[in-house]
Each structure stands twice: as C-alpha cells, then as structure tokens.
C-alpha cells in the first residue's frame, strides 16, 4: 500500500453525499399508496380525497405514520422475503446453494488467495456501502426506510473498529475505491426515486452478510489472519431473532406494494449481486 490515511477518510464519502429530496405527493412512495388508499375508502372517500385540503392531510399521515397495511389473505404465513429469498438463492450456483441456478465462475473461496492489502480495499469499500445504508436510512427520504433503524444488523461501526485494528498492526488504510464509491452513489440515486430497486439492495447486502459473507469472511480469516474474527462479522445479540425482526418489517413494507412493485423489486437482485461481487473480488487484488 502507497500511503496512509486516518481512518475517517474511509467514512468520508456519505457526508459529502447529495442531499435527499423532500417527501411530496408526487414522490413514489406515495405515488403507489395513494390509489389503493382511495379505493378501500369508498366512493364517499374518494370524494373527500379529491379535495384540496385532504390531500394535504394525506401527505402529512403518511410521512409521520407507518403505511403499510394488514397482511392481505394468503400472505400472512409466506411473506415476499421468501420471494425475494428465491430468486437471490436462483443467481447463487449449485455448489453455493442447492437452489443455485447458475455455472461455477472463478475459483471455490475454499482455493482463493487473499492478500492483507486486497482485505483492506475489500473493507473499506463495503464500509462506503454500509455507511451509505445508514445514512439513508437515518434520512428516511421514504417513510418506509424508518422501519430500519437500529435493527442491529448494522456494520459501519464495526468496520471502522476492524480499520483502526489494522492500522494498529502497522498496515496503510486505502482510500475507497471505484466498486464500493460507484455502489455508494447507485444506492444515493435509487434510494430517492426508487424505493422498491433500493428495498432489494437493502435485503440482498445485509442477508448475504450474515450468511455467505460470514463464511467468507471465516475462510479469509485463517488464511491471512491467524483465524482472528473481525467485528464485522459480529453481532450485539442473537442474530436469528435479529433477522427475523427485519425479516417481518420488509414484509410489512411489502404488503403495501402492488404485483407489479413487488415485481420490479425482484428485477433489481441481479444487478444487487453484481455490485456486491465487484466489491468481493477487491479480496484477490
């Protein structure tokens, strides 16, 4: 590694992250909302709807309360996080995961080489993605992304521990680099104008993490690290019940979404894997 950085640099990029949009009527959370609202009132509803001063009132409701409704029939025991599940299992290959669809690409992690500095470019990059989650989050442009706060899956301030360990061992913290900034700044936009695409992201790289990413992260361990688990692959309580918690929040936000929301949010796993694979190949560089 050329140079060395303080540890906040690797932090650096979601604060210089453009400012989220302002919620209003024609933001797409409530653009998908609003319709079936107006039918389950009725015709009486509808009347009342189409004033001025009640479609102020339904924006003010909806920003300051939870949308989504009651479970429709038949979703109460399959939620769509088994959907999304499903086809996330589909991009995986056979010898990742028994529903895997897809042929073998590159060498089993089991055969894989890493090195520290690769490691490091790895960390810090997803420390950009996982800043860059928080932060939306924490803005909560779309009131659906205030249901995830403080699930305890979160990881940046892991990481940034995990960095300053490795700084003390005498190792140079890269900047972030093209994956994790290009990644980073997809989620930014998406996150505004695409709540459904971001809600997938948001499944897909939390998930993966506690499941595919901490086998990884063990294998690496043993080979470059003597074994030494990182915080980011450590979680304050137990993390089954902790998945479950979000497990039925993306549920709930789900069951105010049309087929066609649902559709469109399940369309956006590939290109989740993509970004998230860009970023895992920084372990071999």
């Avoid at 909806?62 to 979703?75: H, I, L, N, Q």
Wanted: charge should be positive; include cysteine.
């Amino acid at each position: 590694m050329a140079f060395q950085i303080p540890i906040s640099q690797t932090q650096s990029f979601s604060t210089d992250r453009p400012p989220f949009p302002s919620l209003s009527l024609k933001h797409p959370c409530l653009q998908s909302w609003i319709p079936r609202y107006r039918e389950r009132m009725g015709l009486e509803g509808r009347r009342r709807l189409s004033s001025p001063r009640l479609r102020t009132t339904v924006v003010v409701s909806a920003t300051a309360t939870e949308m989504p409704r009651k479970p429709r029939s038949g979703e109460e025991e399959k939620g769509f996080v088994d959907e999304m599940r499903a086809v996330a299992m589909k991009l995986h290959t056979r010898d990742q995961a028994k529903e895997g669809e897809k042929e073998p690409e590159g060498e089993p992690v089991a055969r894989w080489e890493p090195t520290v500095e690769g490691y490091l470019r790895f960390l810090v990059d997803s420390k950009v993605v996982f800043d860059t989650l928080e932060s939306i989050v924490a803005e909560s442009a779309c009131p659906w992304y205030a249901e995830f706060r403080n699930t305890g899956l979160e990881r940046s301030e892991n990481l940034a521990r995990d960095l300053e360990w490795f700084k003390e061992q005498g190792n140079a913290i890269p900047k972030p680099s093209t994956p994790g900034v290009t990644y980073s700044q997809y989620l930014i936009k998406l996150s505004a104008k695409d709540p459904q695409a971001f809600i997938c992201h948001f499944y897909n790289i939390y998930f993966a993490h506690t499941a595919g990413g901490r086998i990884i992260g063990k294998k690496v361990a043993e080979k470059i690290l003597d074994g030494k688990q990182l915080e980011f692959y450590k979680w304050a309580g137990d993390l089954r019940q902790l998945l479950q918690n979000v497990r039925e929040k993306l549920n709930k936000v789900a069951n105010s979404w049309s087929r066609e929301e649902k559709n469109h949010c399940l369309e956006e796993t590939e290109k989740s894997f993509k970004y998230s694979s860009d970023i895992l190949r920084l372990m071999l560089s």
